[in-house]
């Protein structure tokens, strides 16, 4: 049988299979990251209740007027400083970080610098 190589499956298998051991809690959410190929989002979750604690991406308001474009590391980095900050202004302090997925590098790992940076540990 021939299996065709489709990216976006692949990923999600990945993902599926992560997500298996992964869980965020009230007290240390899964900060988790989807890209497109324009913008990128980043979201705390607390899967025992099933809510979004802080949010971030290149939508939003306070982050179009810094950048030319959405999609790079520059604002990857940005939207990492923003969920951080957001966190902090939560409370949290600690994450589990769930790539959803994709390669640790590039926009996902400057993302994760950038939340890092802001005083976010995982």
Known sequence: MLKVVNKQGNRKARHARVRKKLSGTPDKPRLTVYKSNTNIYAQLVDDTTGTTLAQASTLDAEFKSDV??????????K????????AQEKGISEAVFDRSGYKYH?????????????????
């Open 68 to 77: 030319k474009t959405n999609a790079n590391k520059e604002s990857a980095k």
């Open 106 to 122: 590039g926009k996902v790992k400057e993302l994760a610098d950038g939340a890092r940076e802001a005083g976010l540990k995982f």
């Open 79 to 86: 939207v990492g400083e923003l969920i951080g900050k957001r």
